[in-house]
């Protein structure tokens, strides 16, 4: 019997988060290859319950970042996934022009909006509240994250920062309108789509926030997410299809 393809494709800006999070979904017991391009993934699809595609798009020029990570879903989309997913650094690392917000907005062209995005990494204390991005009680902007050379995220309001690299505004669904329950979120997040919104962007105060953008998204063909939002997406979309990962093998 041919093995199924994955149920969700996963594309990380770099390799490291790509190989974090498939260590969380092996250690599941889902088996979840991470392949290194868009090359590698066309000429041998994925069949396990969830895949990575690694890029270098965090870097990477935005035009270069598009056609990489485009070609990369490409692959994926051919080799049979159910669900997409763009995997983002915890501490949501990008420019103002990119590249986070122009992936999104293809993201939401080609699978429909609106695409729900959630950075943020509670396990560790990467939380984001009324947008803006907390490490353990501290501001991102007052973090040592202000000395990063490349991508020093100076505004701590991602909401706002990703709406600079991005076709339209993007609105936020705060922590206090998803911990009032599902229908409350669901009536938040209709009214930001009546406001025209494609792209909107999600608190991750705690770990209720992540398992609520799980439940939010739970129709939706594709995602923007650091490691919480990733990891809790996999888990639910492939549910079904534990113990498929075998033993790993020590290198």
């Known amino acids: 019997m041919t093995p199924a393809a994955p149920a969700v494709g996963f594309v990380s800006d770099d390799l490291t988060g790509g190989l974090l999070v498939a260590s969380y979904f092996e250690e599941a017991g889902l088996a979840c290859p991470v392949i290194l391009g868009a090359e590698a993934a066309a000429a041998e699809p994925p069949r396990a319950p969830l ?5 270098r798009a ?27 997913g763009y995997k983002v650094c915890g501490t949501f690392d990008c420019t103002e022009e990119g590249n986070i917000g122009p992936v999104a907005d293809r993201l939401a062209d080609r699978f ?6 959630q950075p943020g990494y509670t396990e560790f204390g990467l939380t984001v509240h009324w947008g803006h991005m907390f490490y353990r009680g501290v501001l991102l902007s007052e973090s040592d994250k202000r000395f990063d050379p490349v991508t020093p995220m100076p505004d701590p309001n991602l909401a706002r920062f990703l709406s600079r690299s991005t076709r339209a505004p993007v609105p936020l669904l705060s922590h206090f309108e998803m911990a009032g329950g599902e229908a409350a979120a669901r009536a938040a997040l209709a009214a930001r789509v009546a406001e025209g919104a494609r792209l ?52």
């Open 51 to 55: 895949a990575v595609v690694a890029t």
């Open 58 to 84: 965090r870097l990477a020029p935005v035009a270069q970042a598009l056609e990489e990570t485009g070609r990369a879903f490409d692959a994926l989309e051919a080799a049979g996934c159910a669900a997409f």
């Open 112 to 117: 429909g909006a609106p695409l729900l995005i």
């Open 200 to 251: 909107v962007m999600l608190d991750a105060s705690d770990d209720g926030d992540v398992a609520m953008a799980v439940r939010l998204a739970a129709g939706a063909r594709a995602m923007v997410g650091s490691d919480s939002f990733v990891i809790a997406f996999g888990l639910a979309r492939a549910a079904g299809r534990e113990g498929e990962a075998p033993p790993p093998r020590h290198v």
